[in-house]
C-alpha cells in the first residue's frame, strides 16, 4: 500500500523503489505536479525503451516529456527575465527575489485596475500554469488508487475516510456511554472563529475539479463528522479543512490616562469621525456625571433622535462605573468648537441639521 | 468633498479580508451576508448567558440605525410607525406627529380616568399610550388578505394567508390614512390619530371596521380560495 501511495506521489522514482520519507507525507492530499529534474528525465527514456509498457502509460510518458520540456523553456525564459529586469532596476540579479519583481512590476507598470489578478504580473511558472496531476496507473495500465474508476479519486477518498472516521467515533462514543461516560464540555470542537474551505481551495488542494453538488455533499459529510459528541478527538483533520474567519490587522492600544492641574484623571481623544461630523472628546474620572457640548447639555442637540443617542452612550460609560465610587465627567468639545455640522437645505421646513450616526 | 471622501472611505473598508469576493446586494451598503446588530443590551445578556453569543462574535455585522438605541424609551414597533408616517424623509417631524398623539392618548385617557365614578371603571381604563398603542396595531391586523389572480381572462379576487410583516403594515397604515381623513385645518393629524389609536385599542372605530370590511370580502371570495393554488 506504502508503495503504492508512493507511486502516486512520484511514479517514475517509484520504479526504481527508492522512496523512503516521502510514503508519509504522500498521506496529504496534494499530490505532486509532473517531475522536472534531470534524473527523472532520464528514467523516462529507460522507460520508453522497454517493450511491455502500456499504451496509457507510453501516452502519459509523452505527455510528461512534453510538459517537462514546455517548463523547462518556461523556466529559463522566467530566469532570462528575471536578470533582465533586475538589471533594468539596478539591482544585484543574483540576489533579486520574488518581492523585488513584485515591487519592481508594481513601478514599470501602474495600474488601477481593480481586480488584483488582472494587474500585470511576473510570476515563476510553477506558479502560473496550473498543477497536474501525475500518472495514476502503472506500466501495465493498473490504476494505484482504489477509487480511481469513481473519476475523482482524491475526493472520494476524503469522503471515504471521513466516514469512517464517523464510524469510529460513533464506535467510541456506544463504548463511552457503556462506560457511563460522558464527553468533556471543556473540550467541545468550537467551530464559529472559522468556516469550510472554499470550493475553488478544495479543488486546487485535490488536483480535481468538483461538481457544486459534490461540493455541497463534501460540506454534509464534514458538518456531520463534525457535529459528533467526540469529535474533537479528530480536531486536527477537521480543522485542516477550515478557514480561520478572524484576520487581525490593527493592534488597539488602550490610552493612557493623564492627570490635569486638580490631579483628576482625563482622556482626551481627537478628530473622532462619523459621517461628516468630526469631535473631540474628553472623559474625566472622578467626574460629576454632567454632559457639556459644545458648553452646553445635551439641549445642544434641537432633535430628540440625537438628544437620546448621545444620552445612551453617555449612559453606557455611566454604566460601567456603576457601583464604583468614582464617576466620569465628559467634555465633548470642549477645546475648539469642532463639531462640524453641514446645513443642507430642505424644503418647506427650513433648514435641518444632518447629524451623523452617535456623533457625540 | 471630506464628506464625500469619508463615506467612500467607509465603503473601501467595508470589505472584508476573509471573504474572496463582495456580493452586490442591490443598493444596499452592507452585504447580504451581514447580520443585523443585537443592540439592545438585554438581548446580548441573554446570548451571553445562553452561550450563543460565540456563534455571533466573527460575524460580519452591520451598523445600528441612527434610530436605534438601547434606551429604555427604545420601542421598535413605535419607530417603524414613524418610519411608515414619514414622508420626503422627514424624520423630526415624523416622530414629533407620533409624540404628539400619544400625549393626545394620554389626554383623552386621563379626562376617561377622571370622569369615572368608581374605583372599578377606573381599574379598567389604561393610561400608559405605548400599551394603548400597541393594542390598537394588533386589533388592526387583518387574517386574509385579496389577491388578484387571472383565470379565463377574468381576475378574481383570491384571499390569501397574509404574512405577519404584511399584517402589521396594513394595519399601521390603516391608522394612518384613518387620521389623514379628516381636514387638518379643523382638526390635526395627531388629534385624529390618538382617536383612531384609542377607539382600536377598543376594538371599535375605523381601522377595526376596515379590517372586518376585508375579512367580510374575504368570506364573500370564498369560492375563489383554490385560484390560490390551481
Given at each position: 500500500m506504502l508503495r503504492q501511495i508512493s507511486r502516486l506521489v512520484d511514479p517514475l522514482k517509484g520504479r526504481n523503489l527508492?522512496?523512503?520519507?516521502s510514503c508519509v507525507e504522500s498521506k496529504l492530499l496534494r499530490t505532486s505536479q509532473f517531475s522536472t529534474n534531470a534524473s527523472e528525465s532520464n528514467a523516462v527514456e529507460d522507460v520508453d525503451t522497454k517493450k511491455t509498457l502500456n499504451k496509457a502509460m507510453r501516452t502519459y510518458l509523452e505527455r510528461a516529456r512534453e510538459h517537462d520540456e514546455f517548463m523547462k523553456t518556461q523556466r529559463r525564459e522566467f530566469e532570462i527575465g528575471k536578470r533582465h529586469l533586475a538589471n533594468m532596476m539596478g539591482e544585484n540579479p543574483d540576489t533579486f527575489t520574488q518581492e523585488d519583481i513584485d515591487n519592481a512590476i508594481a513601478y514599470l507598470f501602474p495600474s488601477g485596475l481593480y481586480e488584483k489578478k488582472a494587474r500585470p504580473m511576473m510570476k515563476p511558472p510553477e506558479e502560473v500554469f496550473p498543477q497536474r496531476k501525475a500518472a495514476e496507473f502503472d506500466e501495465t495500465g493498473r490504476p494505484y488508487h482504489f477509487l480511481f474508476y469513481t473519476g475523482r479519486p482524491n475526493f472520494y477518498q476524503i469522503l471515504h475516510e471521513a466516514v469512517q472516521h464517523i464510524i469510529e467515533l460513533n464506535k467510541f462514543e456506544d463504548a463511552m456511554i457503556r462506560k457511563k461516560l460522558e464527553p468533556d464540555p471543556n473540550l467541545t470542537l468550537e467551530l464559529s472563529g472559522s468556516k469550510w474551505i472554499e470550493k475553488e481551495i478544495l479543488e486546487t488542494n485535490l488536483v480535481e475539479t468538483i461538481t457544486d453538488k459534490e461540493y455541497s455533499s463534501f460540506i454534509n459529510v464534514m458538518d456531520r463528522l463534525a457535529s459528533l459528541p467526540y469529535s474533537y478527538r479528530i480536531k486536527d483533520l477537521i480543522m485542516q479543512y477550515r478557514k480561520s474567519l478572524i484576520n487581525q490587522s490593527k493592534t488597539f492600544e488602550a490610552i493612557i490616562p493623564q492627570l490635569d492641574e486638580n490631579g483628576r484623571q482625563f482622556v482626551s481623544v481627537y478628530e473622532c469621525r462619523r459621517k461628516r461630523a468630526t469631535a473631540s472628546v474628553t472623559v474625566r474620572s472622578p467626574g460629576t456625571g454632567k454632559i457639556t457640548i459644545n458648553d452646553l447639555?445635551?439641549?445642544?442637540?434641537?432633535?430628540v433622535q440625537q438628544r437620546e443617542q448621545a444620552s445612551v452612550v453617555w449612559y453606557n460609560i455611566f454604566d460601567r462605573f456603576r457601583g464604583k465610587q468614582q464617576k466620569p465627567r465628559f467634555f465633548y468639545c470642549?477645546?475648539?468648537?469642532?463639531i462640524i455640522m453641514h446645513q443642507r437645505p430642505t424644503h418647506g421646513m427650513g433648514q435641518q441639521r444632518t447629524i451623523g450616526r452617535n456623533n457625540v | 468633498m471630506a464628506g464625500i471622501n469619508s463615506l467612500f472611505k467607509t465603503k473601501i473598508l467595508?470589505?472584508?479580508?476573509?471573504?474572496?469576493a463582495i456580493v452586490q446586494n442591490?443598493?444596499?451598503?452592507?452585504?447580504?451576508?451581514y447580520i443585523e446588530p443585537i443592540y439592545k443590551k438585554e438581548d446580548q445578556e441573554a446570548l451571553k448567558k445562553s452561550g450563543e453569543i460565540s456563534e455571533y462574535v466573527h460575524m460580519p455585522t452591520k451598523a445600528a440605525l441612527n434610530s436605534q438605541t438601547c434606551s429604555v424609551s427604545y420601542d421598535p414597533i413605535l419607530s417603524l410607525f414613524t418610519n411608515y408616517l414619514m414622508r420626503k424623509g422627514q424624520k423630526e417631524l415624523a416622530r414629533n406627529l407620533v409624540e404628539r398623539s400619544l400625549e393626545q392618548v394620554k389626554r383623552i385617557q386621563l379626562e376617561r380616568y377622571h370622569k369615572c365614578n368608581s374605583d372599578e371603571e377606573r381599574a379598567k381604563i389604561e393610561l400608559n399610550p405605548k400599551i394603548i398603542f400597541h393594542r390598537a396595531v394588533e386589533n388592526g391586523k387583518p387574517l386574509l388578505q385579496l389577491m388578484p389572480v387571472k383565470r379565463g381572462g377574468v381576475k378574481y379576487q383570491v384571499p390569501v394567508p397574509i404574512s405577519e410583516y404584511k399584517a402589521r403594515f396594513l394595519s399601521m397604515n390603516w391608522l394612518i390614512e384613518a387620521g389623514r381623513e379628516k381636514d387638518r385645518t379643523k382638526v390635526r393629524f395627531w388629534t385624529q390619530l390618538a382617536r383612531e389609536l384609542v377607539d382600536a385599542s377598543n376594538n371599535t372605530g375605523k381601522v377595526v371596521r376596515r379590517k372586518q370590511e376585508l375579512h367580510k370580502q374575504c368570506e364573500a371570495n370564498k369560492a375563489y380560495a383554490h385560484y390560490r393554488w390551481s
Amino acid at each position: 500500500m506504502l508503495r503504492q501511495i508512493s507511486r502516486l506521489v512520484d511514479p517514475l522514482k517509484g520504479r526504481n523503489l527508492s522512496l523512503t520519507s516521502s510514503c508519509v507525507e504522500s498521506k496529504l492530499l496534494r499530490t505532486s505536479q509532473f517531475s522536472t529534474n534531470a534524473s527523472e528525465s532520464n528514467a523516462v527514456e529507460d522507460v520508453d525503451t522497454k517493450k511491455t509498457l502500456n499504451k496509457a502509460m507510453r501516452t502519459y510518458l509523452e505527455r510528461a516529456r512534453e510538459h517537462d520540456e514546455f517548463m523547462k523553456t518556461q523556466r529559463r525564459e522566467f530566469e532570462i527575465g528575471k536578470r533582465h529586469l533586475a538589471n533594468m532596476m539596478g539591482e544585484n540579479p543574483d540576489t533579486f527575489t520574488q518581492e523585488d519583481i513584485d515591487n519592481a512590476i508594481a513601478y514599470l507598470f501602474p495600474s488601477g485596475l481593480y481586480e488584483k489578478k488582472a494587474r500585470p504580473m511576473m510570476k515563476p511558472p510553477e506558479e502560473v500554469f496550473p498543477q497536474r496531476k501525475a500518472a495514476e496507473f502503472d506500466e501495465t495500465g493498473r490504476p494505484y488508487h482504489f477509487l480511481f474508476y469513481t473519476g475523482r479519486p482524491n475526493f472520494y477518498q476524503i469522503l471515504h475516510e471521513a466516514v469512517q472516521h464517523i464510524i469510529e467515533l460513533n464506535k467510541f462514543e456506544d463504548a463511552m456511554i457503556r462506560k457511563k461516560l460522558e464527553p468533556d464540555p471543556n473540550l467541545t470542537l468550537e467551530l464559529s472563529g472559522s468556516k469550510w474551505i472554499e470550493k475553488e481551495i478544495l479543488e486546487t488542494n485535490l488536483v480535481e475539479t468538483i461538481t457544486d453538488k459534490e461540493y455541497s455533499s463534501f460540506i454534509n459529510v464534514m458538518d456531520r463528522l463534525a457535529s459528533l459528541p467526540y469529535s474533537y478527538r479528530i480536531k486536527d483533520l477537521i480543522m485542516q479543512y477550515r478557514k480561520s474567519l478572524i484576520n487581525q490587522s490593527k493592534t488597539f492600544e488602550a490610552i493612557i490616562p493623564q492627570l490635569d492641574e486638580n490631579g483628576r484623571q482625563f482622556v482626551s481623544v481627537y478628530e473622532c469621525r462619523r459621517k461628516r461630523a468630526t469631535a473631540s472628546v474628553t472623559v474625566r474620572s472622578p467626574g460629576t456625571g454632567k454632559i457639556t457640548i459644545n458648553d452646553l447639555g445635551i439641549d445642544y442637540f434641537n432633535g430628540v433622535q440625537q438628544r437620546e443617542q448621545a444620552s445612551v452612550v453617555w449612559y453606557n460609560i455611566f454604566d460601567r462605573f456603576r457601583g464604583k465610587q468614582q464617576k466620569p465627567r465628559f467634555f465633548y468639545c470642549t477645546e475648539k468648537q469642532r463639531i462640524i455640522m453641514h446645513q443642507r437645505p430642505t424644503h418647506g421646513m427650513g433648514q435641518q441639521r444632518t447629524i451623523g450616526r452617535n456623533n457625540v | 468633498m471630506a464628506g464625500i471622501n469619508s463615506l467612500f472611505k467607509t465603503k473601501i473598508l467595508l470589505k472584508p479580508n476573509t471573504f474572496s469576493a463582495i456580493v452586490q446586494n442591490g443598493m444596499a451598503i452592507f452585504p447580504s451576508y451581514y447580520i443585523e446588530p443585537i443592540y439592545k443590551k438585554e438581548d446580548q445578556e441573554a446570548l451571553k448567558k445562553s452561550g450563543e453569543i460565540s456563534e455571533y462574535v466573527h460575524m460580519p455585522t452591520k451598523a445600528a440605525l441612527n434610530s436605534q438605541t438601547c434606551s429604555v424609551s427604545y420601542d421598535p414597533i413605535l419607530s417603524l410607525f414613524t418610519n411608515y408616517l414619514m414622508r420626503k424623509g422627514q424624520k423630526e417631524l415624523a416622530r414629533n406627529l407620533v409624540e404628539r398623539s400619544l400625549e393626545q392618548v394620554k389626554r383623552i385617557q386621563l379626562e376617561r380616568y377622571h370622569k369615572c365614578n368608581s374605583d372599578e371603571e377606573r381599574a379598567k381604563i389604561e393610561l400608559n399610550p405605548k400599551i394603548i398603542f400597541h393594542r390598537a396595531v394588533e386589533n388592526g391586523k387583518p387574517l386574509l388578505q385579496l389577491m388578484p389572480v387571472k383565470r379565463g381572462g377574468v381576475k378574481y379576487q383570491v384571499p390569501v394567508p397574509i404574512s405577519e410583516y404584511k399584517a402589521r403594515f396594513l394595519s399601521m397604515n390603516w391608522l394612518i390614512e384613518a387620521g389623514r381623513e379628516k381636514d387638518r385645518t379643523k382638526v390635526r393629524f395627531w388629534t385624529q390619530l390618538a382617536r383612531e389609536l384609542v377607539d382600536a385599542s377598543n376594538n371599535t372605530g375605523k381601522v377595526v371596521r376596515r379590517k372586518q370590511e376585508l375579512h367580510k370580502q374575504c368570506e364573500a371570495n370564498k369560492a375563489y380560495a383554490h385560484y390560490r393554488w390551481s
